[in-house]
């Protein structure tokens, strides 16, 4: 989006991703006559990459809708101002970290501590992104389980990084 929402030091940051983030991807499309809420997000089968399960959406804010695209047709999209949104479920982690160094988005230090920290919270500016990690819990049927989710976002992508299903993402 063009508009991207301040964030200073009273501004918590789960404000910041709802209001950058979340409002966004979430509009809704009025165009069938129905309201359409950006909800399926995967429609295919994601792609396995290094070991990785990846999915690739592309959101064209203009036209209000989103389709799957391949990771080849990323910098295509980028270009065109389409947002593009690279979900990656870490299985391997030296697969990982040889695709996400592929695609150039994040630095190699972000690149370690995405797959090699614990479950924490941080945000932090890069040039040309923001990271932000979040903790995920979850109830099992005696304790609660943490996991990591990182996220890197710049003017044109948003790259998820994970391991196994993330109840925020589902």
């Not at 203009?62 to 389709?67: K, L, Q, S, V």
Request: glycine share 8%; net charge negative; hydrophobic share 40%.
């Amino acid at each position: 989006p063009d508009t991207i929402l301040p964030k200073d030091a009273t501004t918590d940051n789960a404000s910041f991703v709802v209001g950058n983030v979340y409002d966004q991807l979430t509009a809704r499309d009025w165009s069938s006559g129905t309201p359409k809420v950006v909800g399926e997000l995967y429609p295919r089968p994601p792609m396995v990459v290094e070991a990785c399960r990846v999915r690739v959406l592309g959101f064209d804010f203009e036209a209000r809708c989103e389709h799957q695209l391949s990771l080849s047709e990323v910098s295509a999209a980028m270009e065109r101002s389409i947002l593009v949104w690279i979900d990656v479920d870490v299985r391997h982690t030296e697969g990982a970290a040889r695709l996400l160094a592929e695609l150039g988005m994040i630095g190699a230090d972000l690149i370690e501590e995405a797959l090699t920290r614990g479950p924490e919270t941080k945000l932090a500016r890069y040039d040309g992104y923001l990271h932000f990690a979040v903790r995920d819990c979850r109830l099992g049927e005696r304790e609660f389980s943490a996991e990591r989710l990182d996220c890197a976002m710049g003017a044109r992508f948003l790259l998820s990084v994970h391991r196994g299903q993330v109840g925020c993402l589902e």
